[in-house]
């Protein structure tokens, strides 16, 4: 008999009705903490607006090089909800470009950082006691304890200041922080029955690491994942206000802040702003990550 | 070797090195399994036996000795260098129920890994497979879609040893399977696997420290003190006539059900002590510290096999 049979289709269908099940019990239990829906829900409104910007902003040619000094210092009015600053530019538009921007820093940074340093510290735990470990391990060692700033500064220093570059440099000593948080869990977990039991059975390494290992990390990774957001907007920031990341008129919230800071206090509005968004961004991935952990520490 | 021999092991020496000195769990012992037999392996807490049986699993290589299983394959090759065949025929069921399922995994995708892994049916058959195997085990098909932690610990060692019938090995090692279980559980666990057992003519080595399980299931015991065997026996011969002072310790230490079993039951030899470290085990005879009986020459040498009749082996000075 070739076709799926009755029997087969009736356990597919309740599979699916167990996991639809399943997916409603963790938004559920995320639900039960008010603050990670605050959190959540500020995410959302960022992201649309990073996304949507050029409709969303009042004036979107002000994001980059625009110059029109009879506006100039002009303080928050309805207007200008931030106000405008030396140039004469919108701020309120211009932080709205700057969330496209630190959204697009988190994006690349974690898309770098975490897939590496989760699939190196899977294997160096899995494969403990051996030279592949030992490599792997020496690795994070070394790139861990490069300080961000002067990398960023050595890189910026043969190549050109960017918010590219300045990210690459940001990731290349993040990844090892997640190979010690995989390697620490791979190794107390590497010799579990039901691994060697999966192993005794011929499963593949790759099904080891991928589909028994990973799956009971997922929440302890996912749950740095959304806190360490936070932290690479901050450095991020760090960065750009020592001059060796984005470089103005890019409408980066650390650049604006860098910027602004020097018309500090009399024209307060202008980095009022960017520091706010900064501030928010951080303040909601960190909600997040608390419901997050929340989620998976029920089960 | 004989043909009804499954399993083979002759020297067998596994020693593991610690901070506190080399710990010699398995120092030195030979026996066989027969085809379709449960032979149980006896002992105290620390005296090797799940160390026997993860080195014939392959989980690590042994030191020294044989293992040669269908008189055909060499055991002492690791775990990861066997031929897949072999993955298929040698399971396992290990004893904490806590730990013996993967937490994040449905109890389908448990059982359907050595399915797939081992292709046993028609990968648009696996559903309907693993009900059959959940429900030869006695459970119903709604344990498909759950995960460990909505199991009851007897449960989860019936999803165990449905998982491990699923490849249709023919040899299965039991490690303390049971008892860390509560006593219905058990019985219920222990009645499927003599089910089990009989319907498919497997082959079972039953590691435990329960003598009740080894008097209801098993055909033969062995009786392993520090790394070493002393006594091997039929069950009846084993219950009947101890011959180890061992043995005698560990009998007079159960309690009894009726007065016949009272009658038969040795007398004049208490349990006394604890058993002494893997790292630093006694001479001689490893059970001397502990023997009402022992003889100068105990602490000495090692007493040599006394074989009593053809199956009921001793090894004990007093025999000599
Ligand atoms: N991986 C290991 N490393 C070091 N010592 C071990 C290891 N496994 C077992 N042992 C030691 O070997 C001895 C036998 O242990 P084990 O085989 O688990 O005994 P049993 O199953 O009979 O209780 C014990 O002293 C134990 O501490
Ligand atoms: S050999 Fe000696 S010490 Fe060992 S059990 Fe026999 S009598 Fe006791
Ligand atoms: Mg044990």
């Known amino acids: 008999m070739k076709e799926t049979s009755t029997n087969e289709v009736r356990f597919l269908e309740l599979e ?28 959302l409104i960022l992201l649309l607006m990073a996304i949507f910007a050029e409709y969303i902003a009042p004036y979107p040619s002000h994001a980059g090089l625009y110059i029109a000094f009879k506006n100039a210092y002009k303080p928050p009015s309805l207007e200008h909800f931030l106000g405008t ?52 391990v020496r690795l994070s060692d070394i790139f861990i304890s490069l300080p961000p700033l002067v990398l960023a500064l050595s890189i910026a220093s043969i190549l050109e200041p960017n918010i590219f570059n300045a990210m690459m440099a940001v990731s290349l000593m993040w990844w090892p922080w997640y190979v010690k948080l995989t390697y620490s869990m791979t190794v107390s977990l ?63 919230l650390g650049t604006m802040v860098s910027e602004y800071s020097k018309y500090l206090p009399e024209y307060w509005w202008m980095s009022l702003g960017p520091a706010a968004g900064i501030v928010l961004i951080i303040l909601a991935f960190n909600l997040l990550g608390d419901g997050i952990r929340d989620v998976f520490a029920g089960e | 070797m004989q043909d009804d021999v499954i399993l083979y092991v002759s020297g067998l020496k596994k020693y593991f090195n610690t901070t506190e000195g080399v710990v010699r769990a ?37 030191d020294d000795g044989k293992i040669i299983y269908k008189n055909k394959y060499e055991l002492s090759v690791p775990m990861k260098k066997r031929p897949l065949e072999l993955k298929r025929d040698i399971q396992i069921v290990f004893q904490d129920p806590g730990t013996s399922l993967n937490p994040k995994r449905l109890v389908k995708d448990i059982i359907s ?5 081992h292709k046993i049916v028609d990968k648009k058959k696996i559903y309907e497979r693993v009900a059959e195997l959940l429900e030869y085990v006695g459970l119903s098909e709604e344990f498909m879609f759950k995960y460990p932690h909505e199991l009851g610990g007897g449960e989860k060692q019936l999803v165990a040893i449905a998982r491990a019938l699923a490849p249709q090995p023919s040899f299965i090692i039991l490690d303390e399977s049971t008892s860390a279980l509560d006593v219905s559980s ?22 435990t420290h ?3 399980v080894v008097r209801n299931i098993s055909q033969r015991v062995m009786i392993m003190y520090l790394g070493k065997i002393y006594e091997e026996a039929p069950t009846e011969k084993f219950f009947k006539s101890p011959m180890h002072p061992y043995t005698q310790m560990l009998l007079s230490s159960i309690p009894t059900l009726s007065e016949e079993d009272e009658k038969i039951k040795p007398k004049g030899i208490e349990s006394i002590g604890e058993i002494p470290s893997a790292v630093k085990p006694p001479s001689g005879c490893r059970f001397h510290t502990r023997c009402p009986f022992a003889k100068p020459i105990c602490s000495q040498q090692d007493p040599p096999d006394i074989v009593l009749d053809s199956n009921h082996i001793v090894r004990c000075w007093l025999y000599e």
């Open chain 1, 16 to 43: 699916k009705k167990v996991k639809r099940e399943n997916w409603r019990r963790m938004w559920f239990r995320f639900r039960k903490s008010k603050l990670s829906i605050v959190g959540l829900s500020i995410i």
């Open chain 1, 85 to 136: 600053d030396m140039y004469g530019r919108d701020v309120f538009s211009r932080v709205i470009f700057g969330f496209r921007y630190a959204f697009m820093m988190i994006g690349l940074v974690l898309l770098l950082v975490v897939p590496t340093g989760v699939v190196l510290g899977l294997i160096a735990g899995y494969y403990r006691g051996t030279f592949i470990e030992t490599l792997i």
């Open chain 1, 190 to 252: 590497r010799n579990e029955p039901f691994i060697l039991a999966a192993e005794s059975q011929g499963a593949s390494t790759l099904h080891i690491l991928f589909r028994e290992l990973l799956p009971i990390q997922l929440g302890t990774i996912l749950t740095k994942v959304t806190l360490d957001a936070g932290w690479v907007i901050l450095i991020g920031a760090a960065i750009s206000f020592v001059g060796l990341g984005a470089q103005p008129p890019t409408p980066d």
């Open chain 2, 26 to 62: 398995v120092d030195g012992i030979s026996f066989n399994v027969k085809y379709g037999e449960t032979l149980a392996l006896v002992g105290e807490s620390g005296s090797g036996k799940t160390t026997t049986g993860h080195v014939i699993m392959g989980f690590y290589p042994p």
């Open chain 2, 113 to 117: 890994l050595p399915l797939l892994i």
């Open chain 2, 186 to 207: 058990q019985a219920k666990v222990l009645n499927t696997l003599v089910k089990i057992q009989k319907e498919l003519r497997l082959t079972y080595l039953l590691i």
């Open chain 2, 210 to 212: 329960d003598l009740g």
